[in-house]
């Protein structure tokens, strides 16, 4: 089984999960660790080494806010052959991880399969409407 954690600033994490427990109208298994400004580094790591062990037989996701800033910094030391981090959360990538965890995909395969939903789900809109002219 392939588990997930959100390691984010403030509470991006716990809201993401809340948002897609709404939509799904259950609970989801995403676990979160809230990052602020008095709980940074060494506590956060050891809060993400204890999910970790907690969850050592399983191959796990750790979604992070963005890439370069303390949560994706204090997570990239945990990237393995069974741990893989993937920075820029949003919520296409909750809604993807929830629905396919479980559908025998390899873990590689399913990490490239959230990514691609997370960036697909980064649209312009004028893209799609075209630019609207002055005048």
């Known amino acids: 089984m392939v588990k997930a954690l959100l390691v984010t600033h403030g509470n ?3 809201e993401l999960i809340k948002i897609a427990e709404k939509i799904f109208e259950s609970e989801i298994d995403i676990a979160s660790i809230n990052v602020d400004w008095r709980n940074m580094g060494d506590e956060v790591s050891n809060k993400v080494k204890e999910y ?3 969850n050592k037989d399983s191959d796990i996701i750790i979604f992070t806010d963005m890439f370069g800033g303390s949560p994706s910094n204090i997570c ?3 990237v393995s052959k069974h741990i893989e981090v993937i920075t820029g959360v949003n919520l296409p990538a909750i809604i993807k991880f929830h629905t396919y965890r479980n559908k025998g995909l390899k ?3 399913l990490i490239e399969l959230i990514y691609n939903d ?3 789900g980064i649209n312009i809109i004028s893209d799609y409407l ?3 002219k002055n005048g």
């Open 12 to 14: 991006l994490g716990d």
């Open 52 to 54: 970790l062990h907690s």
């Open 76 to 78: 990239f030391q945990f």
């Open 107 to 109: 873990f590689k395969e």
């Open 118 to 120: 997370a960036v697909n």
């Open 130 to 132: 075209g630019e609207k």
